[in-house]
């Protein structure tokens, strides 16, 4: 209980305040500029994912092999719906089969969540639209998937859209950095989204600090909301319903468990934004937005 009450009172947070970390006095203030993060890692190869209604097209042919290490993404929507990639890894000694029972018939994920470890991916995003990801693929089997749902709150994953790739054994070599820069850091807190207050156009490093696990949809708004515009608006958007205001889902990163991380490419035009977390605990489909994991930011 009382960590709800947590999570609901951060969600009343002015901006400034939700970015301020707890341990204020261990980090510099938002006038002094944080260290410069490390490099991106050299990724260890590209794919290019096509979504579409209800399929992925990946490039190159993932039955080819997959590298383990860090992988680029280009996801493109040439679909007519919204769709997001995520990447889920197997964990090790479950029975597929088990697997598969959990995750019938369930649209929001989390009967299977326990036997998965989340590993980023990219949100979704409307039809026209392409986002970049960077996700660390380690050896085993992992399911791409999209659990956008369509009009009547079916998941698209369970219309057939998921990839199995069955990622292959380390080689020994691990990535060196890489010469492009991480221009961020974004943590999914205990707290809720810690966001920087410049969102310049680069990489970012996307880190899980909390014991749950999130994504961050980012859905960029016509005009700016206030708080209580807000919560109607994460309201709507969890129930599938179309919101007050006309919204534009941008990317983000898709759900990463606890203790993962991964990297996002943002550019984001100026304006206000609403940042939701769509997941659900194991068991329990209630996303995690309901509870208070949602923030507004402006560019
Ligand atoms: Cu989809």
Request: hydrophobic residues 40%; negative net charge.
């Amino acid at each position: 209980m009382l960590a709800l009450v947590l999570v609901v009172a951060a969600c009343g947070q002015s901006e400034e305040a939700a970015d301020t970390p707890r341990t204020s006095a261990a980090t510099p203030s938002a006038t002094e500029p944080e260290p410069a993060p490390a490099p991106l890692p050299t990724p260890v190869q590209e794919l290019e994912i096509n979504s579409t209604e209800y399929a992925f097209q990946i490039t190159p042919d993932p039955a080819a092999g997959v590298k383990p290490g860090w992988t680029l993404l280009k996801f493109h929507n040439i679909g007519a719906e919204p769709h997001q990639v995520m990447f889920a890894r197997i964990k090790d000694g479950v029975d597929m089969a088990e697997l598969a029972a959990a995750g019938a018939g369930d649209s929001s994920g989390a009967g299977a969540i326990e036997f998965v470890d989340m590993i980023g991916g990219v949100s979704y995003i409307g039809p026209g639209q392409d986002t970049t990801a960077l996700v660390n693929l380690t050896e085993g089997v992992v399911m791409a998937m999209c659990y956008v749902p369509d009009s009547k709150g079916v998941a698209h994953a369970l219309m057939g859209m998921t990839a199995m790739l069955t990622v292959g054994a380390p080689s020994g070599d691990t990535a060196p950095p890489g010469d492009e820069p991480v221009v961020g850091t974004i943590e999914f807190s205990e707290d809720g989204y810690r966001v920087p207050g410049d969102l310049t156009t680069g990489w970012y490093h996307v880190r899980n600090t909390d014991s749950a696990l999130h994504e961050m949809a980012l859905l960029r708004l016509d005009r700016s909301i206030d708080d209580e515009e807000a919560a109607t608006i994460v309201g709507q958007l969890a129930a599938n319903e179309v919101p007050d205001v006309e919204l534009t889902a941008v990317g983000g990163m898709g759900a990463v468990s606890s203790g993962f991380d991964g990297y996002l490419y943002l550019a984001l035009d100026e304006g206000a934004y609403l940042a939701v977390d769509f997941m659900p605990d194991p068991g329990e489909p209630r996303p995690h937005m309901l509870d208070g994991y949602y923030t507004t930011f402006s560019t």
